[in-house]
Structure formats: structure tokens, C-alpha cells
């Protein structure tokens, strides 16, 4: 079974702090990686996605991907209250996602 | 990012009715849509792929004769959910992905179904 995990949370951080988020996947020939931001009764939003080892950087996101050790993770700088949602990570051409984590940034 | 639009954005039925929500990409089109399910402080549950001119692909334990799932065109499915019943309340989320290799799939914003 297909399988993407994740840390629930809640993740709390103080304002201006990093945010890390990891994931790890258990479906070794996954290409594609995808971090989707959710608020409270909202839809997913995309953020990032990651189809090559190593960073990938955007403002203040950058998502790294590690294939060997089969993780993905996000760091959040300068993280900003309005940064506080559920961070979902998706794996796959089928969109596999995580449980997600819950993050909290304390202003 | 493209625009993938859901209607409607919330629905009240009763208990036994059937209810259509229709997912659009705006300003791209989508050989491939996914549909989930996502109950209150839950991850999201895929219960289909829809593929344009195909039946869709079913997760394990969806039943396919209460989630009728249509994707007549390359931008447009419909979800139906038969004879919806109280337990069917939740959050139904659309998402499409343009066509054309493996890209960021993008969400409609989501349906919420309150059966009564």
C-alpha cells in the first residue's frame, strides 16, 4: 500500500522562526512531490512542487527532496502568523497525500 | 496557478435525494480530475480519478454505484452522490491536472454537503 506520513502536529513556532515540515513516502519510483497549504474549511492551495533531489527554493519556501531516503520536507523563513494551516505533502502522479501537520506560528 | 472552479459551494438535501457537483478547469484542460472526500479534521480521502472519456478509477472501499463520477470533456466532471444519506455530510473536493505529463494538480473550492 501506498503509503505518505507525516507529523500531525500542531507544529508551533514563533513569529519570524523557521518552520520545518517533513514527510516521508514509502513508494520508492515516485517522481513528483507537491506541498499544499489547507486553512480551516478552505480547499488545498498549492505551494510547491519537487520532482529533482535536492532544494528547491521559492521567497520563503524551500522544499527539499531526498529520494534515496525517500523524504520531502518544507522550511518556512520568517515564518508569519498568517502561515498557520495544515501543510499538506502529496506524493505521485496520483496525488497520494499525507495526513498533514498542523502548523501554529505564535505571533 | 489555473483555475479549477467547483459548484456548488455548499448544499443542503435531504435524506435520500441525489446531488451533482460539477468541477471545472477554467483556463486549461484536464485529461485527468480527482475527486476527495474530507471529513472534519481529517487529511483528504481520494475516492476516484476520473480520466476524460474513461470510467473512472475507484479507490478501495468507494462504492461506485453511490459516487457516480462523469468526465465528458477536458473540463468538466460531475460527481453525483445517489441516494445521499446523513453519514454522506462532508467536505467534497475537486482537483484537476492540465494535460500533458505529470504537473501540479490544482482545487476547486470545495463542496460542502450537509445532508439532513
Known amino acids: 500500500q501506498k503509503e505518505v506520513e507525516q507529523n500531525s502536529g500542531p507544529l508551533s513556532v514563533p513569529e519570524g522562526a523557521i518552520a520545518s515540515l517533513n514527510c516521508t513516502y514509502s513508494?520508492?519510483?515516485?517522481?513528483?512531490f507537491f506541498w499544499y497549504r489547507q486553512y480551516s474549511g478552505k480547499s488545498p492551495e498549492l505551494i510547491m512542487s519537487i520532482y529533482s533531489n535536492g532544494d528547491k527554493e521559492d521567497g520563503r519556501f524551500t522544499a527539499q527532496l531526498n529520494k534515496a531516503s525517500q523524504y520531502v520536507s518544507l522550511l518556512i523563513r520568517d515564518s508569519q502568523p498568517s502561515d498557520s494551516a495544515t501543510y499538506l505533502c502529496a506524493v505521485g502522479q496520483n496525488f497520494v497525500f499525507g495526513p498533514g501537520t498542523r502548523l501554529s506560528v505564535l505571533p | 496557478g489555473a483555475v479549477v472552479s467547483q459548484h456548488p459551494s455548499r448544499v443542503i438535501c435531504k435524506s435520500g435525494t441525489s446531488v451533482k457537483i460539477e468541477c471545472r478547469s477554467l483556463d486549461f484542460q484536464a485529461t485527468t480530475m480527482f475527486w476527495y472526500r474530507q471529513f472534519p479534521k481529517q487529511s483528504l480521502m481520494l475516492m476516484a480519478t476520473?480520466?476524460?472519456?474513461?470510467?473512472?478509477?475507484?479507490e478501495q472501499g468507494v462504492e461506485k454505484d453511490k459516487f457516480l463520477i462523469n468526465h465528458a470533456s477536458l473540463t468538466l466532471s460531475t460527481l453525483t452522490v445517489t441516494s445521499a444519506h446523513p453519514e454522506d455530510s462532508s467536505f467534497y473536493i475537486c482537483s484537476a491536472r492540465e494535460t500533458g505529463g505529470v504537473t501540479e494538480a490544482f482545487f476547486g473550492q470545495g463542496t460542502r454537503l450537509t445532508v439532513v
Open positions: 476520473s480520466n476524460e472519456g474513461s470510467k473512472a478509477t475507484y
Open positions: 513508494d520508492r519510483v515516485s517522481q513528483s
